[in-house]
């Protein structure tokens, strides 16, 4: 399906909504204390420059995230989700990573399956000296966000944002 | 109603240049909760944390938040400002707008100030969740518990033990000393390695304050730092120590000859020994493995002779318990077998040795009384090549790191060579020499003038016989030729390698491993000695490749960190741990499934008020639990909360982009 | 499939010997052909326990009663209802020694039209994976045919994701918030369901659309690798809506990705989120 | 000749439906996965007015939505303001088709509550200006009893206009309320008569009513003198039976969710960013946490307790408060039961325990 129809970006879920000209996403990145908060920490001291969507969570480790933090960013306040934490096998509470990792495919593909695009919600493993592949994914996250459109999750109902 | 104070900082120009900061303060004064927000050129100074003091006071706030810098960089210190103005540390939250904001969106300052106005936002709101948190005091035993007797676990327990910390001292073999003791001289200094380690190894048996418990292994660990519970068990020795005086007649008249591990190999011992003379504790123990009298029932003789009557053939293993508030873990290293080198006839000529075997030979207690001899015709070799490297540094055959050690020891070799026989010759074939160390490069250079060894740069690619010599090819890569050597003798300079009990020890431990088996540090810069298990530390070369100054230094330092631990009788943790609503929890032990560190354990509680009937929950060991979060996001009845990352908190964040 | 006499038997002997207090099993509801959960207490009533292909509904569920908490249990079993159990039992929610499990070979049941039930077309473990005591003997145990990728998941997962999100939405619409799913269902027993504790900002009840979706989302997560496709949650569901396809979707999901067991085939095993692998999928992580 | 009695066949009659879909807003059963939910629809055939009472859910949530917006407000540092919720879209003047007699009598029960005490004009406003038609039931169906309830469901004035089908193919319409004679009014009936879609009755008419009454009431399964069950009722509060009959519930809620008389609800908050809807949605006293109080205490915490509740709510304390039984007997509670609990059988059980 072809996001931008007669340059019109619309939500590829639900191509009856239309983005607003000056729409920008709102990008949620969970990032783990150690390896991932780390290393964005290493883009901001090495001035790497990204896109400004995203908007930082410090959590101790990637198995803090709880699968509903992403529906409830989803379903709130975000138009895509970054989920990112320590390489497999670096994760400073030994095995966090893996099991965050089981649960992070699980909510992926459910989520695809009730019909959201799988780029919603994004991973990846950022360790504390990768301070370059920080900006590179949120660039590319945000690029595929906004090549999505906007997700307009029920939350029209209920709220004029 | 929560009252949150919110400072923005300028960070000089860091901040300042890119966002607009007096519009973040004015975006963030439009919040319900804030009642009070400025900017400060550095919030971080004296005069900026004096301004957050003053607004605590003044404004009555229940919350601080402050727009700055990352967290990792001065929540401490925004946190000990909380503090001194009587507030509660915790109920800080750091808006991370330099880190996250001014610096990598340097291009758009209207993005990056509404984005800074965003994480004040969520600051905000996550900070009206924050709860009043202390620091955790646990009691802790104060007594360590070193495993391994070499050189570090030595060190490491006299260290403790001369603080008046009372020591276990647990060793695999029946002498403690390890590797240092099978050395004859020590580099770059040359002092005999049995002068320097044997006065530390008799402290050790006299030391008030360490219980050695030599021929032992530790089988359990239970429990966190300060709390430990140690299962060790005391392999049977067959020769009772307490009533043994070490007069040896019993392995002089022993008639089963058996290798002699610490000569490697090279001559017999018996088998009723004690490992080296020095040994400490110098008392026998019997190898079961081939004293006929426990193998076959045949013999006795042992026990015949020994006038105090100490050896007991029907001696039992002995599992011991003991409380222990730390953990030293010391275990040291092996040498990588060479075997992989075929095209050098390791395994087919017996004058390829390596180099422990060359370093016994030398040792004036050694096999050879000091000289080396060919193991083929036992001859005084002339000619002796010296190949660095072996399984070091090679990812196809053997490891890919150095092993430190490696250069070094070979230089004292050719030293000990040329001292030993005269004429004689010494090549080195190396790839680079790694001296690296106080007085290790002048050491070499000494060596390489007073020895007149030849040192050829470059890989050894065969070594074939001839007549009684081995031929030794390889490339000089100086002058870009190859070389062949005519040896006598040819000494591999194996890797060393962690010792083969490692991962074992370590999951029995819980602490995690390498790929290699090395022990794994919390930190490989700043918290070199610390495991991610708070109070196991790590000494020597259970975590690395180490020489013995470094191994000393580490040993040391695990000494302080121990004594540190013991420092008082409760130990301060951080609060920001798990905590279980045993109201919500239903007892499933999901949580004590996935908890990395064993900090789970269940209780019964009763059903209801004043109910008989009980039920099972979940509860956590403050001690032990490091707040990864693991059981929070695996509790489907949310009863089990982490303190500083509740759901309200980060949910609240999620909600007020 | 009618073991009426054998339960029965077994009922009355267990109850003669005092091995129990309540026997949980099926009833005629008196005025159809439809049957009804009958917990027994009274020897005398064993005679109204009945158990053909009409005996539905998972009874694993009263484990989590108030009333038969901690009292010794008869009850039986189908090869669904006994994966419900050795979870249960795992998760420690039942204590083994106050149960008597009766185990049915079971040849699948049928829906209120008189069709065989598609899960049960599909199933692979029809003998209960564990019991004290089997009707019918010990199975004779047939090869379990390989794992069968649901036929209603194909459907969905071929259309596009337009047509998918429209169908979801229309789920999520139709969902009138009861919980009624929930409370059918076997595997949820916590004390206090996460989706009640509602604050402004957690969770919230009231009933639109984007609530239902948080709820069943959650619930689904919550469920995967544990489902054992009794399908309680859509026989109880008011709005008939489709809500084995969530679950059938993440058991293929960790089937597939993870080569998980179904859930509580194993004793001791928690389901897929309690364990990882070094060797699970790393292709979708950047 | 009755003015208010037409007759027409089924041919009449869809022209008729049509007519008023296309007139009005109208809400009627749409099939759903199976389940008929009263929908807003703008054609004929994208409803079915006759769908089966035991696949549809009560029209309820038209005048007491499943979840009601009651305000916003808007939380920032001049303080909480309340701002007014969306337009009612409930509020507008509609006409329900398809709606069985005893949900249409399930709001004349509810009118009682919200008129009382508290007067909640949202809920005014959407029966003002709703029109209700409603097709008499031709036969009963497994757990339906409402002819022995306390009200008269012959003559029943709870729908504005009664269909009925005669023999013959003959279809009766009949306006029961004045808001019903104006809607035929509205909806041009001279016209159709004149049409000859519509005729005028003769006096046969009644009578042709009266036996399709009397074949329907012939038809039920479930017969009881509820007057005597409310009586009976009311002296069994500490009945241990209620215990034993609400032994296989699984306090799922499904029944108040789908019952046409219950009428509990909670109230919740959604709040993002500064902006917050307060919701009052649906409850059920079958939830365990229903009558959880914020000290902690539960005074119902036990199954039982919660069954007793509802069931003497339903038929001795609404009756005594009201003069009515908060049941119409419709049978959907049982009909949605995922363990086949029927109310008529659990009142029969309990309340024979007791003589009069």
Known sequence: MEAAVNNQLVSIEKPEIVAPPDWEPVIIGILCNWCSYAGSDLTGTSRIQYPPNIRIIRVPCSSRVDPWFLIKSLQTTADGVLVSGCHPGDCHYISGNYYARRRFLVTKKLLNFVGFHENRVQFSWVSAAEGPKFAKVVAKVTEDIKKLGPLHLYKKENFEK | MARVGVFVCFCGANIADFVDVPAVVEEAKRIREVKFAIDYKYMCSDPGQQQIRDAIVQHRLTSIVVAACSPRMHEKTFRKALSDAGMNPYLLEVANIREHSSWVHQKDKKAATAKAADLVRMAVAKSIANEQLHEISVPVTKRALVIGGGIAGIQAALDIADARIPVVLVEKSPSIGGKMAQLDETFPTLDCSQCILTPKMVDVASHPYIELIPYAEVLELDGFVGNYKAKIKKKASYVNFKTCTGCGACWQKCPVKVPNEYNMGIDKRKAIYTPFPQAVPNKPVIDARYCTMLTKGKCGICSKVCEKGSIDYKMQDEIIEREIGAVVVATG???????????????????????????????????????????????????????????????????????????????????????????????????????????????????????????????????????????????????????????DLVVLATAVVPNKDNPDLARLLGVSYDKYGYMSEAHPKLRPVETAKAGIFLAGCTQAPKDIPDTVAQASACAAKVCGIFAGDTMKKDPMISTVNKEFCSGCQNCVTVCPYGAIVTEEVPMGHGSKEMRTVAKINEGVCQGCGSCVAVCRSMAISLAGFTDPQIINEIVSI | MDYTNQIREIASKLFAEGKIDVFVGYRMTGFDENQVPALIRDPNEVSKLVFTDKSVFNLTNYLKQDHTRNKRIGMVVKGCDSRALNLLLTESQVKRENLHIVGIPCKGVVDENGNKMQNCIECIFPNPVVFDEMVDGTPTGSEAPPYQVNTDIQNIAAMDLVERRAYFEEVFESCIRCNACRHSCPMCYCAKCCIDQETSTLYHGANTTSSAFHALMTWSLHLAGRCVDCRNCEKACPSHLPLHLLHKWNEQVIYENFQEHLAGVHEGDRGAFYKYSMKDPDDFIM | MSVELFVTDKAGLTKFYEAIISKNETYAPVEKFGKYDFKRVSSFDACNPDAPIAQTMSAKPLFFPRSAKIMKYTADHSGTSVKETDEDSLAGKRVILGMKHCDARALQVLDKVYNWDYIDTDYQRRRENTVIISARCDKAETHCFCTSLDYDVEHSDAMDVAIVNGTDGKVFIEARTEKGKVFLKEMNIEQRISNNEFQVTDETAPAAVKQQYEAFAASFRLKMDYTEVNARLSKIFDSPEFENVSANCISCNTCAFVCPTCHCFKISDEKVKDTGVRYKSYDSCNNGYFTLMAGGHNPRPVKYRRWRQRALHKFVYYKERFGENLCVGCGKCTNSCPVNISIFEVVKQVSETVSV
């Open chain 2, 333 to 487: 290293y092996d040498l990588w077998d060479p075997k992989p080198y075929e095209e050098y006839g390791v395994g087919r000529f017996k004058d390829i040795i390596t180099s422990l075997e060359f370093e016994r030979m030398v040792s004036a207690n050694g096999p050879t009384n000091g000289v080396p001899v060919r193991p083929s015709d036992g001859k005084v070799p002339k000619n002796v090549v010296f190949i660095k490297c072996i399984g070091s540094r090679d990812e196809a055959k053997g490891i890919e790191y150095c092993s430190k050690i490696c250069c070094m020891y070979t230089t004292k070799h050719t030293i000990l060579l040329h001292h030993k026989v005269h004429g004689s010759h010494s090549y080195v074939f190396y790839m680079d020499i790694r001296a690296a160390g106080k007085g290790y490069e002048e050491f070499v250079k000494k060596a390489q003038v007073d020895t007149g060894a030849t040192y050829l740069r470059g890989r050894v690619s065969k070594i074939y016989k001839k007549g009684d010599k081995l031929m030794v090819r390889g490339e000089d890569a100086q002058i870009g030729q190859v070389v062949e050597v005519e040896a």
